[in-house]
């Protein structure tokens, strides 16, 4: 399975982007998908999730900012984030979880402008 991130891109501190990661097998209401991000110098750590019963987890810096989205019938997941600020600024991947593997896109950089 291959996962292609993309939508990222450079914006002043209060904008909004729409990240979109499409997979390239199907999935399904029984996959954990995320996406997590990782800024220079600092480990990766996770954004969002969506697991099977829908029940969305957010790290609480993105809370009430970001919204995690998917659709199954495109095989693509989405991040919604509005308000960013340049704390958000890093390399944003998305993450697919199945009973067959772990996996994971390339990664799309967000760079935030004060």
């Known amino acids: 399975v291959q996962l292609q991130a993309f939508g990222g891109g450079l914006v002043q501190a209060g904008g909004s982007l729409k990240l979109s990661c499409v997979t390239s097998?199907?999935?399904?209401?029984?996959?954990?998908l995320g996406w997590y991000r990782q800024a220079p110098g600092k480990q990766r750590e996770l954004v969002a999730r969506?697991?099977?019963?829908?029940?969305?987890t957010y790290a609480d810096s993105v809370k009430g900012r970001f919204t995690i989205s998917r659709d199954l019938a495109k095989n693509t997941l989405y991040l919604q984030m509005n308000s960013l600020q340049p704390e958000d600024t890093a390399v944003y991947y998305c993450?697919?979880?199945?009973?067959?593997?772990?996996?994971w896109g390339q990664g799309t950089q967000v760079t935030v402008s004060s």
């Open positions: 993450n697919l979880k199945q009973a067959m593997g772990d996996y």
């Open positions: 097998g199907s999935i399904d209401s029984n996959d954990l």
């Open positions: 969506v697991p099977a019963n829908d029940k969305t």
